[in-house]
């Protein structure tokens, strides 16, 4: 039977979101039917529309950072009832796949299609203009409603407020992980945050609350640097190599324990500063992603070898959906993690393009559609 519903998809890349109509087929065994309360805005999703992230598919139907309410459940879906709320993760978790079984959740077998946008099968579930339309990570966020794998869903209480945990989804996850998981944060450490938008933000809060020392976060933007001061960034530069004088006076000439780098469009250059700025055997986290066709990482070698240097890739920030989901959600009712503070603006679904424009004039730490 399906349904109509409105989305925001990227037709042809290069190009931008466009608020388009979309026929989605009813959820299959195994899957639901979510009605959209918020998403937030990732860097990740203006990356298709760039085309620095190609994908297998246009058009794709963007947002991965979402959280909404189970309106219909697909047949043979048990532990699932409507009415359920939920957050979805832009990686799914099967359970019981080697990756999944190793504790890496994050590096599930089931991420093989997100960016083509299908089922495990190739096939999809939503149409535009009777053509197949993909979904970002299998789940298409910038929906009022969407079909998704109950694979990508954690149940939250009902009492959690979607339109502020929507951004566990990716942001929350990816940056405190990149910190407290990939970095391995300890207390006393001095680390460096490279960029603060809603990945580095949350990067900013897991050093703080790993317990580091010294949390130095490094953005071109005024108001970025503000805000990240306020969630627990003890200095703050606009530029890395201030932050890597800052850093080395800190630790007898050492450098940073970890840098980690966050920014919206990962250039070699920026990998290279980090590298300069961490000690002997110290790490850098590389989270943030450019063209992932051409960038490339260039470090001196010998600076690897001799100084013991560590380049750690971050996905999801290594976090486990079924484990840090829950645990981030309770951490934030707690009061231990910062999530209002962290939208900016909210946007309707209507003025997606707005909110990429003023992600680009770095006017958000996160933006997000309110639905
Ligand atoms: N690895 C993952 O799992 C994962 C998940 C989500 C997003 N990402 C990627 O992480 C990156 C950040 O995403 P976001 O949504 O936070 O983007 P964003 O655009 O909101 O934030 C990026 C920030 O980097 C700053 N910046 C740019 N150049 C800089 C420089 N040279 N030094 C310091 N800061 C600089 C910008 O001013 C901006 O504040 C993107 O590339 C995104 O695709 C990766
Ligand atoms: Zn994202
Ligand atoms: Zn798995």
Redesign the pocket.
């Known amino acids: 039977m399906g349904f109509t519903t409105r989305g925001a998809a990227v037709l042809s890349a290069p190009g931008q979101y466009e608020v388009v109509d979309i026929e989605f087929e009813d959820p299959g065994p195994g899957e639901l039917q979510i009605k959209m309360v918020a998403s937030?805005?990732?860097?990740?999703?203006?990356?298709i529309a760039t085309e620095?992230?190609p994908v297998g598919i246009y058009p794709m139907i963007g947002g991965?950072?979402g959280a909404g309410i189970v309106e219909k459940v697909g047949p043979g879906t048990p532990g699932w009832e409507e009415g359920d709320h939920v957050v979805m993760s832009?990686?799914p978790s099967c359970g019981k796949c080697e990756f999944c079984a190793m504790g890496m959740q994050?590096l599930c077998n089931l991420g093989a299609t997100l960016l083509v946008g299908s089922r495990q099968d190739g096939t999809f579930r939503a149409k535009i203009n009777g053509q197949d339309a993909g979904q970002m990570c299998g789940i298409s966020t910038f929906c009022e409603t969407t079909v998704v794998s109950a694979d990508s869903c954690v149940k939250v209480d009902k009492d959690v407020p979607l339109d502020k945990a929507c951004l566990i989804g990716?942001?929350v996850?990816?940056?405190f992980g990149?910190a407290v998981n990939s970095a391995n944060v300890g207390p006393g450490d001095t680390v460096i945050v490279?960029?603060?938008?809603?990945?580095?933000?949350n990067a900013v809060q897991g050093a703080a609350t790993a317990g580091a020392t010294n949390v130095i976060a490094?953005?071109?933007?005024a108001f970025?640097r503000e805000v990240a001061e306020s969630v627990g960034a003890t200095k703050s530069f606009?530029?890395?190599a201030d932050a890597t004088e800052y850093a080395q006076g800190l630790t007898n000439g050492q450098g940073a324990d970890s840098a980690i780098v966050?920014?919206?469009?990962?250039?070699d250059?920026?990998v290279a500063?980090a590298f300069t700025s961490i000690r002997k055997a110290g790490t850098v986290v590389?989270?943030?992603?450019?063209n992932i066709a051409t960038s490339t990482v260039t470090v001196p070698a010998g600076e690897l070898t001799l100084f013991q240097k560590r380049i750690q890739?971050?996905?999801?920030?290594e976090s486990a959906m079924f484990r840090d989901i829950p645990r981030m959600v309770s951490m934030y009712q707690n009061g231990q993690l910062k999530l209002d503070e962290l939208i900016t603006k909210t946007y309707t679904l209507d003025e997606v393009t707005q909110g990429y424009e003023d992600?680009?004039a770095?006017k958000?730490?996160?933006g997000v559609i309110v639905y």
């Open positions: 937030g805005m990732c860097h990740s999703d203006d990356h620095d992230i991965h950072e832009f990686l994050n990716c942001g996850g990816t940056g990149s490279m960029g603060i938008g809603g990945i580095g933000i490094v953005d071109p933007v970025k606009d530029n890395m966050t920014v919206g469009v990962l250039e250059h920026h500063e590389v989270t943030g992603l450019g890739g971050s996905l999801f920030g992600m680009h770095g958000n730490i996160r």
